[in-house]
Structures are given as C-alpha cells and as structure tokens.
C-alpha cells in the first residue's frame, strides 16, 4: 500500500522521478526497502507542498489585486443612491417583442444545437432563442430594406443570438471577434423601442431620450451615430414616425449640434461619456424616460478614465434600465463584476474575449528602432492601400505623417491632440478612399470600421494585450481576409511580448524564433483556477499579479489619472 502511494506524487513531479531513477541506478541489485519508499514519498510531499503554497499565494494576491483594480468598474455601473442604499432591481425589464411561435416552443437541447452551429456560448436564465434572420426578428420592412441595402442580408453569430436577447429587454454583455457585427447588434434593439415608444406616445418638446450608447471616443460615437440614424431614415421613408437622435461629443458647438433637435424631444443619443455627463449635469438633457444604456468597448470605457462619467450618467436615470455593454475584449473576472450589477444579464459569447479575429494573418518582424521608420515604407509595399498604421505616441504619428508625405504617400493622420476638425477630415478622406494611409494613435483603434482595410502596421508594439486586438481589428472585417504586420524589438517589454506569443500560437499563426525563445510563465500558473492568463486583461502570457494595465490603474487611482492617460497619447477624458 505504501508503495503503491509513493508512486503517486512522483507522477506530477519531475523531482521524485529522479530521485527514484537515481537510487535505482545507484544500487540497481538492492531491493528497494519500505523505508526508502517512506523517503520518496516525504520528498514527494514536500514539493507537492511548496507547489500548492505558491498556488494558493498566488491565487489570494491575485483575488487581492482584482479586487481592488475592479472596485471602480463595478461601482461606475449603478447609481450613487443604488449604491447607498444597496437597492438592487431583481425583475428583467419587459418589452411587447416576442420571438415567432415556433423558437418559443423550440426545445432546450435543439436550442444549445443551434448555437454549438454558430459557435456562441451564452450563460444566464431563460434565454431567448437564437434567430437565423432579421426577417423572423421581425424587423419592421423598412428597416430589413436598411439592411439588405447595406449589403447585411443575414445575421452574423453574435447578431443571432445578442439581437432576440437584446429586443426581449434583457441586460446583456456581448462579447464577439472585431468587425463581427456588434454595433447593429446594440444599434437596432434601441431604434425598435424609440419606435415603439413614439407610437404608444409621441415625444414631446425636452422630452427623452429613450436610450443612449455611449462610445470611448468621438470618432466611435459619429459612427454609431450614422448607423442609427440611417436606420430612423428608413423607418421614416417606409411611412414610420420620425426618431430623432444627437450626438453628444467634445469638440463640438452644442448649440448647432443638437440645441433645436432637444426643442423637439429627442429619442436616442449617442455619446462620449464626458460630454452627455456635462449636458445632464448642466439640466440640458435628462433621463427620465430613459430605461436603454448600452456601453460600447464597455470594458475599455470603464477602466481607461471614464468611470467617473458613467458613474455621474447613471445618477440620471430615474427608472430601471436596460444595460447592455459590448466588447471584442473582455476578461472573465470583469465579466464576473459586471454580472453582479447587471439584472439576470445574459452573456452571449463568440469566440474567447480578447481573441484575435481569425481572418487576419498576423506577421510580426524584428526591426530595431532606428530602422523602423525606413522600413516602414517597405512594409507598405506588402498589399494594396487602405493601410492603416498605429503607434503608441502622438509625436512618432506626426513624425511618420511628414516622412510618408515627404515620400510621396497619400497618408492623413489623428491624434488626441489634433483639433476635431482635422480628425473628422482625416477619417472622412480615409473613409471615402481619398487617402491611402491613415497613421493614428489607439484612438483609432477601438471600433472605427474604415473600409476593407488591408493592412494594419503596428510601428510599435501595445503594451496591452487588448490593444493590440482592437488594433489588428480595424482589418478582416465581416468575412474578409487581412494583413498585420507588428515591429517589435528589445524596447518591448516581456511581458507584451509574452501576450503576443500566446494570442500567436492561439490563432495558430506563425511565432518567430525570437518569441518562442522566450522563457514561459509557469505553466501551473499559466492556467490557474479556472481564469487563462490574466483575469483582468486576459493576456495569455502573464497573470493579474504582473498586469501592465493595473499598474496604470493604480496611478491612476493614486490621482494622476488624465494625465496619466494623456501622457500616453491615446485615451484620457473626451477625446
Ligand atoms: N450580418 C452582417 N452581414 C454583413 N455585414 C455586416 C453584418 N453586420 C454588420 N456588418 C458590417 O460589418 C462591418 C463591421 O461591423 P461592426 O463595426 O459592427 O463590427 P464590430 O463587431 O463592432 O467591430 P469592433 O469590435 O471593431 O468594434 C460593418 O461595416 C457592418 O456594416
């Protein structure tokens, strides 16, 4: 019996295992006594002890710091008198949308079927089931006519599953690949109940909105802004009432942006959080009416310095809502945060959150520092334009701006430190195909959906992770196949590096020699607990305790936190 145990640990150790080999090879003609079997397994212990200690360690300081680096994303999603009074909502919201008969009646079993097909995972109670068309979402004619004219003939994973949830009034976290088709996803739910809304009720003067999304940058919110009012058009063409919708964003005169719109009543807005959280403060918009939020990039919004808008915003509303946040990036434990605020959320899932997109082929060089820039120009040459290239600082966007156009390349370039007339310019003529290259900080980075991008050069490479996605993300959009191309050289810290490596082998692409020569993580550590990698922001190569992104929390929390950001050239306050 004893010996039979003794064999046991040597099998998860590599230590006892040789030390096992060795006494045989010592002393190959002795037989083997209990009371060495006694020592094998003492020692066996021993290091199974030490193993599980550093484990659990681990684990409690992990537990430690998620717990204080999510203290802020989940307080942000409730209302300081929610918070106060520790007031939760228990009962879903409901609206007058029902599936057709036969997805009601449709079995459990057939249902997990369906999605096993598309690839969705989803978690909650009571999920609706997932509809294979807009048609049988039953979208009013006007709006599938927007549809098909966009060349949107059937719904995309996370649209089969994340519209039914959307438009039951559920709340909802949505995370799926870039480019997958998210923001009809959370765009149309919002025009069906304005529509609704405004046929119970018209609107009136200073009354509404109905529902707002709110976006991390301006940019984001112009184009999210364009997809909902073009589905409003249609529904007004078809013979439907009219919808009226603003866009609140810095940088932009308030009165001729939406002054006379507010006059008429107003059914949805669309805005970054630091200006709607002025206009409600200022008593110039209110939510009373309001029972719609959705928050796009909602991971990103709330930890990149806008927590203490969303916070003031939530303050508003006067009724239950509906919350709905969508990301391509979003790590188990904030999903596991956000779970505890939200009202029997449903979680619709395609793909792991911060995968890459598996249609681009993600290429990644050794080029040292002082050669970038003049291989940059090389780089260019891989595929056809629109190519875009983003770097981590404002000043080396500017520098290669001057140097392309001193080439002859026709780039246009944005940072949060241009003026919001030379942005809009910017993403107009890159959008419309006037210009072949758009350099940018990550203020482009996060949802802009340019065009059939065919390349995006990452000059440098992100020290996030989640970045580094979005990034890659602006290309292989909605089916179609891209290129990235990431320099990467001794300036890029390991554990970026490391992340890389593992999103590479991941999305089975290529790994150059230099990554794979790379020293590990522990691989207990590695896969610990349940969580993959770090369960803040769920970079595969190190785990919370080492997250660059936490460390820029805590400067943040420590009070530096705009300039901080600022600092950084990409988020920080409205841009
Ligand atoms: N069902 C569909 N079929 C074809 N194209 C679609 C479909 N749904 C959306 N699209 C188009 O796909 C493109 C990408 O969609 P969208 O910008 O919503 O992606 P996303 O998932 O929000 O990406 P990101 O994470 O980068 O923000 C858009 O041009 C959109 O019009």
């Not at 292989?476 to 320099?487: E, N």
């Not at 769920?538 to 305790?545: E, K, M, P, V």
């Amino acid at each position: 019996m004893l010996a039979t145990r003794a064999t046991e640990p040597s099998s998860l150790q590599s230590h006892p295992s040789d030390v096992s080999a060795g006494a045989e090879a010592d002393g190959a003609d002795k037989p083997r006594t209990l009371l060495d079997a006694a020592k094998e397994l003492k020692k066996a212990t021993e290091a199974l002890d030490a193993r599980t200690l550093r484990m659990v360690k681990q684990q409690d300081e992990e537990s430690r710091v998620l717990a204080e680096a999510s203290q802020v994303q989940t307080n942000a999603l409730m209302s300081a008198a929610e918070v106060a009074q520790g007031f939760r909502y228990t009962d879903t919201l409901k609206t007058s949308w029902r599936p057709p008969r036969y997805l009601r009646e449709m079995s459990e079993e057939t249902r997990a079927q369906l999605r096993d097909k598309w690839h969705i995972l989803v978690e909650g109670e009571n999920i609706v089931a997932p509809i294979k068309s807009f048609k049988e979402m039953k979208f009013p004619p006007p709006v599938l006519q927007a549809l098909d004219e966009k060349g949107i003939k059937r719904p995309t994973p996370i649209q089969v599953q994340g519209i039914p949830v959307a438009l039951e009034g559920r709340d909802m976290i949505g995370i799926a690949f870039t480019g997958s088709g998210k923001t009809v996803t959370f765009s149309l739910p919002l025009v069906m109940l304005a529509l609704e809304e405004e046929m119970k009720l018209p609107v009136v003067g200073g009354e509404g909105p109905f529902g707002i999304i709110l976006c991390p940058s301006r940019e984001l919110a112009r184009q999210t802004f364009e997809v909902v009012e073009y589905f409003c058009s249609y529904l007004q063409r078809g013979g439907y009432p009219e919808l009226r919708c603003i866009l609140c964003i810095g940088g932009e005169d308030k009165r001729t942006q939406f002054m006379p719109i507010l006059q008429r009543g107003v059914h949805c807005i669309v805005a970054t959080p630091g200006r709607l959280s002025d206009l409600l403060n200022s008593g110039k918009i209110n939510l009373d009416v309001c029972r719609y939020i959705c928050l796009d990039e909602g991971d990103r919004m709330l930890d990149l310095g806008f927590d203490e808008e969303v916070r003031s915003i939530m303050n508003h509303f006067k009724q239950q809502r509906q919350t709905l946040l969508f990301s391509a990036t979003m790590p188990q434990k904030f999903q596991d945060f956000a779970k505890n605020v939200l009202v029997q959320p449903v979680i619709v899932n395609v793909g792991r959150a911060g995968a890459a997109n598996l249609d681009v082929i993600q290429e990644v060089e050794y080029v040292k520092q002082e050669a970038k820039i003049v291989y940059l120009l090389e780089c260019l040459q891989k595929t056809a334009p629109p190519v875009c290239i983003f770097c981590e600082k404002k000043q080396d966007v500017d520098d290669i701006h001057e140097y392309l156009l001193l080439k002859g390349v026709d780039a246009v370039s944005i940072h949060g430190g241009k003026d919001q007339a030379d942005r809009n310019k910017a993403i107009l003529q890159f959008k419309n195909g006037e210009k072949d290259v758009l350099i940018a900080t990550d203020i482009a980075a996060k949802g802009l959906d340019f065009p059939d991008i065919q390349h995006v050069i990452n000059f440098d490479m992100p020290v996030e992770i989640e970045n580094y996605v979005h990034r890659i993300g602006r290309t292989g959009r909605c089916g179609k196949t891209g290129v990235a191309t990431t320099f990467i050289n001794k300036a890029v810290p390991e554990s970026a590096l490391l992340d890389l490596k593992h999103l590479l082998i991941e999305a089975q692409q290529r790994v150059p020699p230099v990554l794979m020569a790379l020293d590990d993580p522990d691989e207990d550590i590695q896969d610990m607990g349940g969580v993959k990698g770090c369960a803040f922001c769920g970079g595969l190569g190190h785990r919370i305790t080492d997250c660059p992104k936490i460390d820029k929390d805590a400067r943040r929390l420590g009070g530096a936190r705009k300039d901080a950001l600022a600092g950084s050239g990409g988020y920080g306050g409205d841009w």
